[in-house]
């Protein structure tokens, strides 16, 4: 799923989801997207900016634009660096060996070194390369005009030659940037590719449904069922064990209560199957799961479409010679509104 950029034209790659149109399927995937990246962005809004006439790449551009111009309104992160000047009054300290070697005949100059409060931080820099990078790919007259007020915001910021080695520090004076910063190196790398072909460049925006089902799934659980302990790939569990040595880490996507496994799994389900056509491999790895958490429920989560029934848990089986419970439950991400609901009642209630 994503789009191809280039001169001229653009191409969406679109999953399918049901039997929803074209503007469905976006608004679903902007939500899905807002989710996973942390962008808090309402239902209603999601369903503007889809109708709108704007293919997917614009979307996003115009959200990272909003959310990072929300943000830099309060003011960009900043810095204390050293700097080193001649002043004519102290400013700091003074640098004895600098003046000496520069300024041992002159009263009027002195070699200061202080620190100074800086907006020019590695943060800054890749921020700034994101905005100048989305604002040579944009088409659209709104989004161009936000990100020239973007680049005005960063004026005093240097730029970067390579903004994917800076070494920026996240920490809690900056955490309003953190994944806004995910967001920039997204757009920057890594799901960016370049599509360069002699003198002509484009962009591909390209995003793995399976990755983004679960991470979506995921963040969503953990809104739903505050405050029950949810774990996002958790790990320390192993399959096998050889004398002191531990083999075949085990990262489930998420874990419930510490004996709830649920796994995300971007599949259509096929209800004229007896077991609806789920992967062999797949049951092979939540009994895995079962045994290493001594799990009480094993839940395999996929998309929801209408031949399926209702959304939420639509087969459940038992592990053989076990209490184990196994479900197979779906989530129509096309009604956003109704995800945090239908994975409760996937859930169910901790005393059960």
């Given at each position: 799923?994503?789009?191809?950029?280039?001169?001229?034209?653009?191409v969406e790659i679109l999953p399918k989801i049901g039997n929803k149109g074209d503007d469905a399927v976006r608004r679903a995937l902007v939500h899905m997207l807002a989710v996973a990246w942390g962008i808090?962005?309402?239902?209603?809004?999601?369903?503007?900016?889809?109708?709108?006439?704007?293919?997917?790449?614009?979307?996003?551009?115009?959200?990272?634009?909003?959310?990072?111009?929300?943000?830099?309104?309060?003011?960009?992160?900043?810095?204390?660096?050293?700097?080193?000047?001649?002043?004519?009054?102290?400013?700091?300290?003074?640098?004895?060996?600098?003046?000496?070697?520069?300024?041992?005949?002159?009263?009027?100059?002195?070699?200061c070194s202080f620190d100074e409060l800086s907006v020019d931080t590695p943060l800054n820099r890749v921020l700034k390369a994101a905005v100048v990078r989305l604002a040579s790919t944009t088409r659209s007259?709104?989004?161009?005009?936000?990100?020239?007020?973007?680049?005005?915001?960063?004026?005093?910021?240097?730029?970067?030659?390579?903004?994917?080695?800076?070494?920026?520090?996240?920490?809690?004076?900056?955490?309003?940037?953190?994944?806004?910063?995910?967001?920039?190196?997204?757009?920057?790398?890594?799901?960016?590719?370049?599509?360069?072909?002699?003198?002509?460049?484009?962009?591909?925006?390209?995003?793995?449904?399976?990755?983004?089902?679960?991470?979506?799934?995921?963040?969503?659980?953990?809104?739903?069922?505050?405050?029950?302990?949810?774990?996002?790939?958790?790990?320390?569990?192993?399959?096998?064990?050889?004398?002191?040595?531990?083999?075949?880490?085990?990262?489930?996507?998420?874990?419930?209560?510490?004996?709830?496994?649920?796994?995300?799994?971007?599949?259509?389900?096929?209800?004229?199957?007896?077991?609806?056509?789920?992967?062999?491999?797949?049951?092979?790895?939540?009994?895995?799961?079962?045994?290493?958490?001594?799990?009480?429920r094993l839940v395999l989560v996929y998309p929801w479409h209408e031949h399926l029934g209702s959304p939420g848990i639509c087969r459940s089986w038992s592990i053989a010679t076990t209490s184990t419970i196994?479900?197979?439950?779906?989530?129509?991400?096309?009604?956003?509104?109704?995800?945090?609901?239908?994975?409760?009642?996937?859930?169910?209630?901790?005393?059960?």
């Amino acid at each position: 799923m994503g789009v191809l950029n280039v001169p001229g034209s653009s191409v969406e790659i679109l999953p399918k989801i049901g039997n929803k149109g074209d503007d469905a399927v976006r608004r679903a995937l902007v939500h899905m997207l807002a989710v996973a990246w942390g962008i808090p962005v309402a239902d209603s809004e999601a369903a503007l900016l889809t109708t709108q006439r704007k293919n997917l790449l614009e979307i996003l551009v115009r959200l990272f634009a909003d959310t990072l111009f929300a943000a830099v309104r309060r003011g960009l992160p900043h810095r204390y660096r050293l700097r080193e000047d001649d002043l004519p009054l102290l400013r700091g300290k003074l640098d004895i060996r600098r003046q000496l070697a520069r300024h041992s005949f002159r009263a009027d100059r002195l070699a200061c070194s202080f620190d100074e409060l800086s907006v020019d931080t590695p943060l800054n820099r890749v921020l700034k390369a994101a905005v100048v990078r989305l604002a040579s790919t944009t088409r659209s007259a709104a989004n161009a005009r936000k990100l020239a007020e973007l680049a005005a915001r960063f004026e005093f910021v240097g730029d970067s030659s390579n903004p994917m080695r800076e070494r920026v520090r996240l920490d809690r004076t900056n955490s309003a940037y953190h994944r806004l910063h995910e967001l920039a190196c997204r757009f920057l790398a890594g799901d960016w590719q370049s599509t360069t072909s002699g003198t002509t460049e484009g962009i591909a925006l390209l995003f793995p449904m399976n990755d983004l089902f679960e991470e979506f799934i995921g963040r969503r659980m953990k809104v739903a069922l505050a405050p029950r302990s949810v774990r996002l790939q958790d790990s320390g569990r192993y399959a096998l064990v050889e004398e002191q040595r531990r083999l075949f880490a085990l990262r489930p996507d998420i874990v419930v209560d510490g004996d709830i496994v649920i796994d995300t799994k971007w599949k259509d389900l096929n209800p004229d199957e007896p077991n609806l056509g789920v992967d062999q491999a797949d049951v092979y790895q939540m009994l895995a799961y079962a045994r290493a958490y001594e799990a009480r429920r094993l839940v395999l989560v996929y998309p929801w479409h209408e031949h399926l029934g209702s959304p939420g848990i639509c087969r459940s089986w038992s592990i053989a010679t076990t209490s184990t419970i196994f479900d197979i439950a779906t989530v129509d991400i096309g009604k956003p509104d109704s995800v945090r609901t239908i994975l409760r009642q996937i859930v169910g209630d901790p005393s059960q």
